[in-house]
């Protein structure tokens, strides 16, 4: 029973297991850093970067398939359940093309980090990570695809088991393949990389098992729905285009951040990766709520009742507002006990060992432990407990509007605020302060993204406060039965 319809019970009942779906994402995603940790200094520095770059390069066309589950959401209000089958199906020939495509950097990763700077044991190993990641686009992008045929029609918990078991998957993989235990030999950097890709196909043939059963065969026609259809195809590029271009703003203006963080040290690069890392507990669950958030204003937009959408709205924001406050109270007040896990084995032989052959140009002392990485990241996550609630903020009244077919609005806010707001500062900073003021420079450049983050948050109330979202729709009246 999903509850009163706007109501906290209808809004848990999907919230509930995708915030479990998403933390299971987040938790895979800080057990691989964690492990990196245990396994060299240079190989947590260069992670977030080239993951980051690997993100700019897919994040439009997985921005694209993810607005897939904003077509289903209302065309299973509009009670049309075949074109909520074909839009999956379109989404899932997209993934495949645009995974191929994004393959190709794989071949010039040498290329691509070697103008950005980085230190040259750093700079190898992200070459070799982004190299592998690159060749695992299409499965991720498909997983997308197919889980949108479940989440947006509240499907939740199918979800949750199918990204809770591919974790798993990832884990075990991750270990075996990073420290070369069991049948696995050492590889290091690219063993993350390919566990990653092979817990993606794992995902994948999960969803095509569960679009096997009943409800999907029978009800939906999933599998006699398989064609390529001109007119949704263009639907989907003309609202989910925007969507996936806001996304590879968010994160190649994340990317160039990061870029220039690596300029200023090994040491700042490293911590930077943890905080946003752990940064990850709270964002991704949110990020669960959002898709929750904007399954029912779908459902809703389609059922034509955007004032139910929008009292579920507003519970979204008190569920992830919550959220946040928890996590940056947490991270304030106990920061050391989130470190605990990166910290243990990080300053073992095998990082001395690594770090005993890394010294820092110009000096004959080796680089620094992770005590001091430690230090840095503590002062981090004050910033991060800053900007937390307002990045609920953007997270839950952008996918509102976004959920509606406001797509064009939240690429132009993106695109002005990542850029203005967070790249350009940082950039400036950087060349004004000079690289002899490190403190200075982490210190500034965490401030600017500080304040791009919580502009997003407050622009995204604005418009969803307008109201002009309610009037929107991304899909054709319907014709009859599906």
């Known amino acids: ?43 947590v520095a260069a992670a977030l970067p080239a993951g980051i770059l690997f993100w700019s390069c897919l994040s439009l066309p997985f921005g694209v398939v993810s607005y897939t589950n904003a077509f289903v959401a209302q065309y299973d209000g509009a009670k049309q359940p075949g074109r909520a089958a074909s839009c999956v199906w379109q989404a899932a020939y997209f993934a495949i093309v645009c995974g191929l495509l994004v393959s190709i950097p794989a071949f010039w990763s040498n290329r691509l980090f070697s103008g950005i700077g980085h230190d040259p044991q750093v700079q190898k190993l992200e070459v070799e990570y982004f190299a592998w990641i690159c060749m695992g686009a299409a499965p991720a992008l498909l997983s997308g695809a197919l889980s949108c045929f479940f989440s947006g029609r509240g499907q939740t918990r199918l979800v949750l088991a199918v990204n809770a078991a591919s974790m798993v998957v990832n884990v075990v993989l991750d270990y075996g393949m990073i420290f070369g235990k069991g049948p696995f030999p050492e590889l290091g950097m690219a063993g993350a990389a390919i566990a990653t890709n092979l817990a993606n196909v794992f995902a994948v043939l999960c969803f095509v098992g569960l679009l096997l059963r009943h409800d999907a065969r029978v009800k939906y026609s999933f599998w006699t729905h398989w064609r390529l259809e001109r007119i949704l195809m263009w639907d989907l590029f003309k609202f989910g285009g925007p969507s996936g271009l806001q996304m590879f703003l968010d994160v190649a203006g994340f990317a160039a951040f990061m870029m220039i963080i690596g300029k200023i040290g090994q040491r700042e690069l490293a911590a930077t ?210």
């Open 1 to 43: 029973m999903r509850g009163i319809p706007g109501g906290y019970r209808e809004l848990l009942a999907i919230a509930v297991p995708l915030i479990l779906s998403s933390g299971t994402q987040s938790l895979m995603h800080v057990i691989d850093r964690v492990f990196l940790t245990w396994y060299s200094e240079p190989a």
């Open 273 to 482: 990766n943890i905080a946003f890392n752990l940064n990850t507990l709270a964002f991704i669950p949110v990020i669960g709520v959002g898709i929750a958030v904007s399954t029912l204003v779908g459902q809703r937009i389609g059922e034509g009742r955007p004032d139910i959408a929008e009292k579920s709205v507003l519970k979204g924001f008190v569920l992830a507002g919550g959220i946040m406050v928890l996590f940056g109270a947490i991270y304030v007040l106990a920061p050391q006990v989130l470190l605990a896990p990166y910290e243990y084995g990080a300053n073992s032989h095998i990082v001395e060992s690594v770090d005993a052959l890394t010294h820092d140009p110009g000096t004959d002392q080796p680089q620094a432990n992770f005590a001091e990485v430690r230090s840095v990241v503590i002062i981090l996550l004050r910033f991060v407990a800053l900007y937390s609630f307002f990045d609920a903020m953007a997270i839950i009244f952008g996918s509102a509007i976004r959920a509606a077919g406001d797509t064009v609005f939240s690429m132009l806010v993106t695109f002005a605020c990542a850029w203005g707001l967070l790249v350009l500062p940082t950039y400036l900073t950087w060349v004004y302060l000079g690289q002899d003021h490190k403190e200075s420079l982490l210190f500034w450049s965490w401030v600017w993204c500080s304040v791009y983050v919580s502009s997003l948050g407050f622009i995204y109330l604005a418009r969803f406060r307008g109201g002009r979202w309610k009037t929107m729709t991304v899909i054709e009246p319907p014709v009859g039965s599906a």
